[in-house]
């Protein structure tokens, strides 16, 4: 053999090993194994981690592992894992199998037959085979847990003894079983000794509540369900340091809302004793203390200070003040009640629609469970006096009080009389009051705002932000003394990127000094400091932020499990940690404030191409994990000092991407033929050729290009483009910024979109020019309607749930929510900036349906008939209007789904046909049946016309 001959038989064998090596595209099966972060946590010590790694579809996992990536416990369809405080035990919840479950369903069993969850049990300091308990139904650890787990489980009644063979200790609640009842289940409570195994167990319980320190645990019992007088009904407490059980309160009934003061001292409830059937429950508010035999009625309907016609309200949560001087509650008028003689078939069914309704029918509707479950604010003063004194009645929307609950003052707000403007303004402006908790005595302090208000931790002020002013405030709640905080600065603490027609909104509150004295107020890129007696404000960042383009947002790392402490106070004598985002490279990470008073630029720990999510810490703040992605690396879970120089890589949740052909994200900037300064993310596919032709799609939502650096999983679409598998498949897709002139929205996507395809177009000679398609939903779907009207560029269209008629769209109802839908015309989303009376002719403009005669472009249409977003009519016109103009048209109804996809089969089936269109369209493939044919309703449920 020659040299020529030994080279082309060399040349031959390395491109067939390269043809043979070449990474595959995404397919359709890779969806329900592709993988996620679920829940993580880091101990408060730091020293162990736990977090679930959970498939789109199928069995979750849950692993355990210490501070240096050892794995400890691999606990399959684990859920909910805790550590007890003291880092000796860890104790999770296992799911039943997934295909177990859903043979259930398919044979459809009752909610009581269905698989039931397990516990499992695992010392860490022994580090033991973990203890399992089945049929378990619910589990339960106190705030400070140490040493004890409860569980309510299922026995057989059958059994001679208790299913956890481990028990040492039974403590009855009820009759011993009879022989008829052999065979049968019973509820069982099970308190677990954690470093014994041994169980205290309690039959008949339905509830149970632990007190934070885990030395006392309540629990319900119901009694026999045909006797409403049975002697063992009631709540008990159970003290786990002298094992004694003491029943508290008498009756059967519903026994909700526990809580207990901060020092464990006060317990405070409500109940409804009687017939669990009784349309109206009347509810009392109950309190204990260890002086008392039995808890006592502390409020109830004719309690002094109780509105007439109201009582205590069975729907609030209960919250003594730290102090325990006061405990918050809330009160209801006293509903009223259906008459169940009446005969249903005998009485008209309708909705009486009123002008001066505050809120709209549908709106109403919607809430009515809500509304039902109303409540509105109270005090009590549990040791000093029984008087009920309200601090806020049906006129008012919030009461805002701080979180220690011990002044005097808090805020309630009200928009009564101003709530039929929001049919069409969506906001309202409010009456601020301030309330005395002592007298219940309000005073009106800001008679009209448009804006957020605050109340200070110490409640000595009332902070707001004014959006007619764009200014921010304090005010003295004990002199009256009003403040401008930033009067004399110029930076603007507004939204600047505001491109809707409406009052642009602010950026937040950042946090409070421990004194209660200074606010710390964000603007786009920086915190400030503003002293609530109106003194000077400064920049703690020093203008940092602003000078380079970052974002810097106080990263909130003080652990604080209690619910009460929700307050993010910011100490300057202690370095401070920022989350950063670079608006100019779009580039994340974390900044540091070194501690001290003075004004200083923040230091960067880490900024890089990547997204973090998940940011935790331990108790000392000295190790933090979190999630790191970018479009290339799924988000997988680390673990690294509070430095960032110390990263340790836990989890690897979709090793399998490296064997498929990806994709690549990069930015792309040009400006547009009016002269506006543009970018978006132009994604390719990993083995990109610049010397091929790619077909391209555009998909699109107002502004995209912030996450570069994000993940997209594949994933059966809600009706977006799933990117990850066209780019995949050998598709470019492009994911245009756009800006808006009021008035023009559809023009502003002309603007931005279009050119942005052209510059590609123009500039790479890899973009086909002949083989581009659109995709958006929702707003995005009314562009891609839009767009099709203006241009014929584009080869295929795929619009999901658009508006394509503004003059009826904006007389209609977004079902979900009950509202009007004008607000969203005039000043929000669809930037109309008027009236459909004042701007008939811009109504019809950025109308796609009165121009759908220009239309040349094939065009899918999703919009199903449970939409509760945008009315599905509004996809019929569009339809029916191009299916009489003759034009290539689709409808997709997936019959009640919603306005995103919720069904997974649904998702599913809408990505096999979104792929089949664009591939027919931009590639040239076959088309399927459905494509060419249709589905006739005499073939629903039987063909799904996917096939080729």
Not at 356 to 372: A, G, I
Not at 636 to 641: A, Q
Not at 672 to 684: C, D, R, S, V
């Amino acid at each position: 053999m020659n040299n020529w001959s030994i080279l082309c038989a060399t040349l031959g064998t390395f491109l067939s090993v390269q043809a043979f090596a070449q990474k595959p595209p995404l397919d359709h099966d890779v969806y329900d194994n592709w993988k996620s972060i679920g829940s993580s946590n880091i101990s408060k010590s730091g020293n162990f981690l736990h977090y679930t790694i959970v498939p789109q579809e199928g069995d979750a996992v849950l692993e355990l592992k210490d501070q240096k990536n050892n794995l400890l416990l691999r606990v399959p369809r684990g859920d909910r894992g805790t550590l007890t405080t003291n880092d000796q035990f860890f104790v999770a919840g296992i799911k039943p199998m997934f295909a177990d479950v859903r043979q259930a369903k398919i044979k459809k069993k009752k909610a009581d037959d269905m698989p039931k969850d397990s516990l499992l049990v695992f010392g860490l300091k022994d580090k033991n085979q973990p203890r399992k308990f089945a049929n378990v139904k619910s589990y339960k650890l106190a705030r400070n847990s140490k040493e004890y787990v409860a569980f309510i489980a299922e026995n057989k009644l059958s059994e001679t003894k208790d299913s956890l063979t481990i028990a040492k200790d039974s403590t009855s609640l009820a009759n011993k079983t009879s022989a008829k009842g052999k065979g049968k289940t019973k509820t069982v409570l099970h308190l677990l000794h954690l470093p014994t195994g041994d169980t205290t167990n309690f039959e008949g319980v339905d509830d149970y509540f632990w007190r934070d320190d885990e030395q006392q645990l309540l629990m319900t019992k119901k009694g026999e369900d045909k006797d409403s007088t049975s002697k063992e009904a009631g709540l008990y407490l159970y003290s786990l340091k002298d094992k004694s059980i003491k029943k508290i309160s008498n009756g059967k009934g519903s026994y909700k809302s526990f809580n207990y003061s901060d020092d464990n001292a006060q317990l405070s409830f409500v109940a409804f004793k009687g017939d669990d059937k009784t349309l109206s429950k009347e509810y009392k508010l109950y309190y204990y203390t260890d002086r008392q035999d039995t808890a006592q009625i502390l409020a109830q309907r004719g309690s002094s200070g109780m509105p007439k016609d109201w009582w205590v309200s069975g729907d609030a949560s209960l919250d003594f003040s730290a102090d325990g001087n006061k405990l918050y509650l809330g009160l209801a008028p006293i509903p009223l009640v259906k008459d169940t003689a009446l005969v249903e078939f005998e009485h008209a069914k309708l909705d009486i629609w009123h002008w001066k309704d505050d809120y709209l029918q549908p709106q109403q509707l919607v809430n009515l469970k809500r509304d039902q479950a109303r409540s509105f604010s109270a005090v009590i003063y549990p040791e000093n006096s029984a008087n009920v004194i309200p601090l806020s009645d049906e006129t008012f929307n919030r009461m805002i009080r701080t979180d220690l609950g011990n002044e005097e003052w808090v805020l309630v707000t009200t928009d009564f009389g101003n709530r039929i403007q929001s049919q069409w303004d969506l906001g309202t402006s409010s009456k601020v009051y301030k309330v005395s908790t002592k007298s219940g005595k309000n005073e009106l302090i800001i008679p009209t705002l448009d804006g957020q208000v605050y109340l200070s931790p110490k409640a000595t002020h009332a902070v707001y932000f004014d959006r007619k002013s764009a200014g921010w405030y304090s005010l003295d709640l004990n002199t009256g003394d009003k403040k401008h905080l930033n009067q004399s600065i110029e930076a603007s603490f507004v939204d600047e990127e505001n491109d809707m027609p409406m009052l642009p909104g602010s950026y937040g509150v950042a946090g409070w000094s421990e004194d209660g004295k200074t606010a710390y107020v964000y603007d786009r890129y920086d915190v400030w400091a503003f002293p609530l007696d109106g003194k000077a404000p400064s920049t703690i960042t020093n203008g940092y932020g602003r000078e380079n383009k970052i974002s810097l947002r106080l990263a909130n790392l003080d652990r604080q499990d209690h619910p009460r402490f929700r307050t993010n106070y910011v100490d300057l004598g202690k370095a401070q940690y920022l989350n950063a985002f670079n608006e100019v490279t779009k580039e994340n990470g974390m900044y540091i404030l070194d501690a001290g008073k003075r004004i200083r630029n923040p230091r960067p720990v880490l900024m890089a191409k990547n997204t973090f999510r998940r940011l935790m810490a331990d108790e000392k703040a000295d190790r933090v994990i979190y999630t790191k992605e970018d479009y290339m690396h799924s988000p997988d879970l680390y673990v690294n000092s509070i430095a960032m120089n110390q990263e340790m890589r836990l989890t690897d949740i979709n090793p399998q991407q490296a064997t498929y052909n990806w994709g690549t994200a990069e930015l792309v900037e040009w400006t547009t033929p009016k002269g506006h300064a543009a970018e978006g993310i132009l994604y390719k596919p990993e083995d990109f050729d610049p010397n091929k032709k790619y077909p391209i799609i555009a998909y699109f939502y107002e502004k995209l290009s912030d996450g570069l650096y994000s993940y997209q999983a594949p994933a059966p679409t809600p009706s977006r483009l799933n990117i990850p598998y066209f780019v995949s498949n050998g598709y470019l897709v492009f994911a245009p910024d756009i800006e808006y002139e009021t008035g023009h929205p559809g023009q502003a996507a002309e603007e931005f979109i279009n050119s942005g395809m052209r510059h590609l177009a123009r500039t790479n000679s890899w973009v086909d020019s002949t083989k581009m398609g659109i995709q958006g939903q929702s707003w995005g779907g009314y562009q891609v309607a839009h767009l099709i009207t203006r241009t014929d560029m584009y080869a295929a269209a795929w619009t999901g749930a658009p508006v394509v008629n503004m003059t009826s769209a904006y007389g209609g109802i977004r079902w979900g929510s009950g509202m009007s839908r004008q607000f969203q015309y005039e000043n929000t989303q669809s930037r109309i900036g008027q009236n459909l009376w004042e701007a008939r002719d811009l109504y019809i403009e950025n109308s796609p349906l009165f121009f759908l005669d220009r239309v040349t472009t094939p065009v899918v249409i999703m919009h199903n008939d449970q939409d509760g977003a945008v009315p599905w009519y509004q996809g019929i016109e569009m339809f029916t209007a191009l299916r009489r103009l003759q034009k290539p048209v689709w409808l997709l109804n997936y019959n009640g789904d919603d306005h995103n996809l919720i069904q997974r089969q649904n998702r599913k089936d809408i990505q096999r046909r979104e792929v089949q269109f664009f591939d027919h369209y931009l590639k040239g493939k076959p088309a399927a049946v459905w494509i060419k044919t249709g589905v006739p309703a005499i073939h629903k449920g039987i063909q799904w016309g996917l096939e080729v």
